[in-house]
T-cell receptor, first 113, second 117 residues
Framework: IAGITQAPTSQILAAGRRMTLRCTQD?????MYWYRQDLGLGLRLIHY???????GKGEVPDGYSVSRANTDDFPLTLASAVPSQTSVYFC????????????FGQGTRLTVV | GENVEQHPSTLSVQEGDSAVIKCTYS??????FPWYKQELGKRPQLIID?????GEKKDQRIAVTLNKTAKHFSLHITETQPEDSAVYFC????????????????FGQGTILTVHP
């Protein structure tokens, strides 16, 4: 089934540890995004990628890094997790050229303790 | 950058009533305005969208209106049903000429809609 998948679905992480959230899509979409969702704050953009090989900063990029080595994968890394990074993380993709709809993964619930 | 404000934060209606959620945006260059529905524990899913070249779009019980001059857009749900209960998000982005959308969607804060049977 075509779509966008994230892993893990949930994780409890000790503060100071490094963590990579994985995101893979098989729709050949050009653009990919990472959002975090916190109660009362909606979905806030962390980083984005317009196409393989390029990335950009969103609204709340501090403490996070991304890479886009190929079209399908867009991992998000927390270099040294802090409790304020406790959130639900959504990866999304959109066609870019010819389409604007963003398709979301199922989310990763991350708790930093 | 773009800023999207969404109201109300919570909305409670009786089954069969209408529900209206309103959003304002700040960047006059934004020209694509989607609405997403997120059920509890699920991912956001697109329910309707509108581009700035039209003022209204309808899809069965759902409609969206856009006022470019005032920079606000609204979601209208008629004949609400309990299964409409969810969190609704508006968003705004810029679709470039030729249809390329490097649409860093900026979302509103969300509206929790509860439809009572």
């Amino acid at each position: 089934i075509a779509g966008i998948t994230q892993a893990p679905t949930s994780q409890i992480l000790a503060a100071g540890r490094r963590m990579t959230l994985r995101c893979t899509q098989d729709m050949r979409h050009n653009a990919m995004y990472w959002y975090r969702q916190d109660l009362g704050l909606g979905l806030r953009l962390i980083h984005y990628s317009n196409t393989a090989g390029t990335t950009g900063k969103g609204e709340v990029p501090d403490g996070y890094s991304v890479s886009r080595a190929n079209t399908d994968d867009f991992p998000l890394t927390l270099a040294s997790a802090v409790p304020s990074q406790t959130s639900v993380y959504f990866c999304a993709s959109s066609p870019g050229t010819g389409g604007s709809e963003a398709f979301f993964g199922q989310g990763t619930r991350l708790t930093v303790v | 950058g773009e800023n999207v404000e969404q109201h109300p934060s919570t909305l409670s209606v009786q089954e069969g009533d209408s529900a209206v959620i309103k959003c304002t945006y700040s960047d006059s260059a934004s020209n694509y305005f989607p609405w997403y529905k997120q059920e509890l524990g699920k991912r956001p899913q697109l329910i309707i969208d509108i581009r700035s070249n039209v003022g209204e779009k309808k899809d069965q019980r759902i409609a969206v209106t856009l006022n470019k001059t005032a920079k606000h857009f609204s979601l209208h749900i008629t004949e609400t049903q309990p299964e409409d209960s969810a969190v609704y998000f508006c968003a705004a982005s810029r679709v470039w000429a030729g249809g390329t959308s490097y649409g860093k969607l900026t979302f509103g804060q969300g509206t929790i809609l509860t439809v009572h049977p």
